[in-house]
């Protein structure tokens, strides 16, 4: 969700809460003051009446004659002590609407001439809650209106300040170290956003300036060490060839040049790791992984033939992934390799892809049977080695991580049956 959006609609939610709490509280205290206005009304009406009566006693009260909104009902002594004057709301018919309609009543207990009556005056209270209505309802129409005004206001105000935010990012989430182009970030009148700006294109340089310290670490390294490596490597094989050295002697010599071309090959290695990691390679390309598999199938004939592995390939007619095309080869020659070399003899590999995947599973050595020897959270980890064999670094399958990640894709492990399954999303 946009940072726009999100803070438009809690904004908009706080305010809707308030507006119905306040709404709320808006009518109950509007109703009661309207009821004590109407009940002032029928005290004073009351009070008049009684007053009225007292100064023309000839007057005529009994009786309950429709032209008056009072009457007087006799009553016995023992109910006047007992009564008590109150407010109540009730509804009467009205025959002209054909309906009943709210009305306010007071009922009073009151002794005139000698003798005891209860008094009703009754009121109608029809047009207070119409009215209470009407500006409920009017209120509440206004400060929607508000609301709205407010929430699209915000909105094109906000998109508007954070413009330049926006800008700034979209350019940043495509700038690429390996360029060595700075991004033309847009300026800003905010003092906070100019402010990052500048951060940003500070940290950008210092990035780039480590980076192509760290390319030219990487380019020098690979020339410097693979050079003297090669020259004692070609030395040791010379001197091996001369007739007067002894077995001892020859053997000590076979141990340095093989040490000497594994170092090579651990440089090498680390090198193209480090070059992944700096993303240096271009991977705008179309790679057709099943003709990479069939490709590096082949250089597993003789660990296929020598271990008696049954593989099995199913491939989708065409499956291309957008990537680098020498990297891509690599991640599915280092899994063919895992899978070679972590076999059985007699064992099997199956190779699937469907679905812009790639799923390598094969069977394992005999001691994983014994329970969970992999420590999968370690498995993609530099030099982390499940078996004891001095031919690996433990790094094939870091690689193979990092060649995912830097392509945008995923690479999982999961154990299932006994099998050891690698899977490639290529999406």
């Given at each position: 969700?946009?940072?726009?959006?999100?803070?438009?609609?809690?904004?908009?939610?706080?305010?809707?809460?308030?507006?119905?709490?306040?709404?709320?509280?808006?009518?109950?205290?509007?109703?009661?003051?309207?009821?004590?206005?109407?009940?002032?009304?029928?005290?004073?009406?009351?009070?008049?009446?009684?007053?009225?009566?007292?100064?023309?006693?000839?007057?005529?009260?009994?009786?309950?004659?429709?032209?008056?909104?009072?009457?007087?009902?006799?009553?016995?002594?023992?109910?006047?002590?007992?009564?008590?004057?109150?407010?109540?709301?009730?509804?009467?018919?009205?025959?002209?609407?054909n309906e009943l309609d709210e009305y306010r009543k007071l009922t009073a207990f009151?002794?005139?001439?000698?003798?005891?009556?209860?008094?009703?005056?009754?009121?109608?209270?029809?047009?207070?809650?119409?009215?209470?209505?009407?500006?409920?309802?009017?209120?509440?129409?206004?400060?929607?209106?508000?609301?709205?005004?407010?929430?699209?206001?915000?909105?094109?105000?906000?998109?508007?300040?954070?413009?330049?935010?926006?800008?700034?990012?979209?350019?940043?989430?495509?700038?690429?170290?390996?360029?060595?182009?700075?991004?033309?970030?847009?300026?800003?009148?905010?003092?906070?956003?100019?402010?990052?700006?500048?951060?940003?294109?500070?940290l950008v340089l210092k990035n780039m300036e480590v980076f192509e310290s760290q390319?030219?670490?990487?380019?020098?390294?690979?020339?410097?060490?693979?050079?003297?490596?090669?020259?004692?490597?070609?030395?040791?094989?010379?001197?091996?060839?001369?007739?007067?050295?002894?077995?001892?002697?020859?053997?000590?010599?076979?141990?340095?040049?093989?040490?000497?071309?594994?170092?090579?090959?651990?440089?090498?290695?680390?090198?193209?790791?480090?070059?992944?990691?700096?993303?240096?390679?271009?991977?705008?390309?179309?790679?057709?992984?099943?003709?990479?598999?069939?490709?590096?199938?082949?250089?597993?004939?003789?660990?296929?033939?020598?271990?008696?592995?049954?593989?099995?390939?199913?491939?989708?007619?065409?499956?291309?992934?957008?990537?680098?095309?020498?990297?891509?080869?690599?991640?599915?020659?280092?899994?063919?390799?895992?899978?070679?070399?972590?076999?059985?003899?007699?064992?099997?590999?199956?190779?699937?892809?469907?679905?812009?995947?790639?799923?390598?599973?094969?069977?394992?050595?005999?001691?994983?049977?014994?329970?969970?020897?992999?420590?999968?959270?370690?498995?993609?980890?530099?030099?982390?080695?499940?078996?004891?064999?001095?031919?690996?670094?433990?790094?094939?399958?870091?690689?193979?991580?990092?060649?995912?990640?830097?392509?945008?894709?995923?690479?999982?492990?999961?154990?299932?049956?006994?099998?050891?399954?690698?899977?490639?999303?290529?999406?």
């Amino acid at each position: 969700m946009k940072l726009l959006t999100y803070t438009s609609r809690i904004q908009i939610l706080y305010f809707l809460i308030l507006f119905g709490i306040f709404s709320i509280l808006f009518y109950l205290v509007l109703s009661w003051n309207v009821l004590q206005n109407v009940d002032e009304v029928l005290y004073n009406r009351k009070v008049n009446l009684l007053a009225y009566l007292q100064d023309n006693p000839d007057a005529p009260f009994k009786g309950d004659n429709p032209l008056d909104d009072f009457t007087f009902y006799p009553i016995e002594e023992a109910v006047f002590q007992r009564g008590k004057e109150s407010y109540t709301d009730i509804l009467i018919y009205e025959p002209v609407d054909n309906e009943l309609d709210e009305y306010r009543k007071l009922t009073a207990f009151v002794k005139l001439q000698g003798k005891h009556y209860r008094l009703e005056i009754v009121k109608p209270h029809l047009e207070a809650a119409e009215m209470i209505g009407t500006i409920a309802i009017t209120l509440g129409g206004l400060l929607l209106g508000l609301a709205l005004s407010f929430y699209l206001s915000h909105r094109i105000i906000s998109k508007k300040i954070w413009k330049p935010f926006f800008e700034m990012l979209e350019k940043l989430r495509h700038f690429r170290l390996d360029k060595q182009q700075l991004p033309e970030l847009s300026t800003s009148p905010i003092d906070e956003f100019q402010l990052l700006n500048e951060t940003i294109m500070d940290l950008v340089l210092k990035n780039m300036e480590v980076f192509e310290s760290q390319k030219q670490f990487i380019e020098n390294a690979s020339h410097e060490m693979q050079t003297p490596l090669s020259v004692i490597q070609s030395r040791l094989e010379a001197l091996i060839g001369q007739a007067e050295l002894t077995k001892e002697q020859a053997e000590i010599l076979e141990g340095i040049i093989g040490s000497t071309q594994r170092l090579k090959k651990l440089n090498k290695t680390l090198l193209l790791l480090s070059k992944i990691e700096n993303r240096q390679f271009l991977l705008a390309e179309q790679v057709d992984v099943n003709t990479i598999i069939s490709r590096s199938l082949e250089y597993y004939e003789e660990q296929k033939a020598a271990l008696n592995i049954s593989v099995k390939t199913k491939t989708q007619n065409r499956l291309v992934a957008q990537g680098n095309a020498m990297l891509t080869e690599i991640l599915v020659q280092n899994l063919l390799k895992n899978a070679f070399l972590h076999n059985v003899e007699d064992g099997m590999l199956n190779i699937q892809t469907q679905d812009n995947k790639l799923i390598i599973a094969n069977t394992g050595h005999e001691k994983q049977k014994k329970g969970p020897v992999l420590e999968k959270n370690k498995l993609f980890n530099r030099f982390y080695k499940q078996s004891g064999n001095p031919d690996t670094w433990g790094l094939g399958l870091a690689i193979a991580q990092k060649i995912a990640e830097t392509n945008g894709w995923s690479l999982h492990y999961r154990e299932v049956d006994d099998l050891h399954i690698f899977e490639v999303d290529f999406g």
